[in-house]
């Protein structure tokens, strides 16, 4: 049934945003066939009457927490609630980008990306090489060493604390892992090459995926041998570092100075998977997850080194990130258009508890909004980069940045999505807001 375009429903709009975004209290009338484009216009039409210099926002509606993305009618038709009382509409700011910044360009597919440090970007390459980012903007420096495309890049340390002291990990399809430190707070027009200080070997195939501990003395990877690794980042003689005498040159010039390179072995595996293993998230200090090709999510005890539990979800897996309240949620994605989110404190149930499914191919990245329960972003290989709500079925926002498949996306800084593809960019969509 149409919605009457002469019904109307009393609303009234409240919101936790500060003062000068607060509409007067007061229910009013407003057609019924409005979305939330038409309520977006009359909450601004309602600031700006008591505050002539308010610049027009878009904002999203929530009804006892569940976001409206139906016209008012269908809504509440839809949720049995009755057109006759003054409904509650909570608006907050609409989750979008707002700028697509200039993507940097790469020689190869951008297979991986890390916006967890503030000011740098870390990207890794089908090319062998992973670089930084200053600012999304401009190459500084280029991690060298792999003879095989890098499938994965992590920061080790951190956030703003760091400085300039960086301290990088990266992994590849020539099945070794290369750790990486230098100060990148060294100005230069030009981007500087650095090698590894340590290189990580043990894995039988290709690095897939690489997970830092919360403490950042430890790390994980995982391959298509189907093990986990753990490996010490600094480590010693005792945690099975030999230190290598073999030489390196600093440069990619003769002249420069050589220097020794340390060789890490791991510490222990963790055994179970029977097919690849593509993504592992280290929420805790005791906790590892992992999802594989092989359908199953495993959560693995480090002391232990013993898997605590696992669930099989009928679909080779390409990515998983914890994150909602208490960090207690599992998102994933895999050979489907489906973004699924689990709750293990649900024993004996397999069902998601969300779903989102308006990819139109496989789902290649998922992660958790650093400091939001409820902002996921999604990429594919359909070409584009999503941002959920858990508090709706529908995409936020649907970024098309990309001209091929994505293959990899983060959040950086809070208010920006960043993005790998096989069109060989990292492209940056910024200017979103989540309070």
Known sequence: MNADPS???????????????????????????LSRMGLSEIVNSLLAAAEPDHEALPFDFLVDGELVRLPLQQFLLAKGISAERVLELEYVKAVAP???????????W?????????SFILTGCYDGLARLWKDAAICTQILEGHSGAITSTRFINKGVETEGNLHVVTGSKDRSLRIYKFDASVSMDYPKRVGAYKILRGHTSSVQSIAVDPSQDMLCSGSWDSTIKLWAVEGSEEDGDAVSLKKRRMNSDSSGPEESQLEGSATSSLLGHTQCVSALTWPEQQTIYSASWDHSVRQWDVQTAKETWNMFCGKALNCLDCGGEGSSLIAAGGSDPVLRVWDPRKPGTLAPVFQFSSHSSWITACKWHPSSWFHLVSSSFDGKVMLWDLRTAWPLASVDSHKDKVLCADWWKGDSVISGGADSKLCIASGIEIV
């Open 7 to 33: 019904r109307q429903v009393r609303v009234r709009f409240f919101t936790k945003l500060p003062p000068p975004l607060r509409a007067p209290p007061a229910a009013i009338a407003v057609p019924a066939d």
């Open 98 to 108: 707002r700028k697509q910044d200039e993507p940097c360009p790469h020689d190869d």
């Open 110 to 118: 951008v297979s991986a990306v890390d916006g967890s440090n503030p």
